[in-house]
């Protein structure tokens, strides 16, 4: 505990406690006092999945609306399936990459998902689902692109689209240094008109969380037959 605070309020106390890292938490009132268990995430859950926003400080502020919503749902679907997600972008704080890490491996997390939409501004007319993942870290039990290419078959198939391939990174920071299965979804193209109109609908929405939620439920299947 890096500091605590409390202050009256109508009808209620409310507790600040800051934390030097990330904890799970639990509350009650036991003989008068309150009493707040701290618990390291891999103490409670045995699936921990890091949602990172990639790229959206450069896109239009209404394609980063639609990233974000995009993002949000693929972290409900994967919550009702009993993962834990923590969404970076809820850090109340852009995160640089130095941080990112820190913070992904403060929460022992196993599986890193950066969300992004492309923007292609030489080839609008480009659409389809990318992955991007780096290749040079040797992982037996899943591999970084078997990962990549699981989560573009699944959402390919699901929104009946184009796979664009699996592109290796060469430059993403995070993706280089990460030693936990680590891809970045971009399920759609928001530059190209169509592609764009069908990512606004919620039924199409729908499908993109679904199908990330089916590709990490496989990976998760191989992961743990290990």
Known sequence: IESAMFWEETEKITIHIQLTEIYEYESFL?????????????????????????????????????????TELVQVKLEENGVRVYHLEDQGEILGDAKKLELIEQLEANMYLGMGLYMSVDNPGDFGTVTMCDTSYFRPYISNVTLADILQKEIVTAVQGKA??????????????????????????????????????????EKIATAVWNGVSKAYEMIEAQ
């Open 30 to 70: 036991e003989n008068g006092y309150l009493k707040v268990n701290l618990y390291k995430p891999s103490d409670k859950y045995d699936r921990i999945v890091v949602l990172d926003e990639v790229g959206k400080e450069g896109l239009p502020p209404s394609v980063q609306t639609l990233l974000h919503d995009i």
């Open 164 to 205: 664009g391939g699996v592109i290796e990174s060469e430059e993403n920071p995070v993706l280089k240094n990460l030693k936990i299965p680590a891809t970045i979804v971009y399920p759609g193209h928001a530059s190209n008109k169509q592609e764009y109109s069908y990512m606004e609908q919620p039924s199409y929405q």
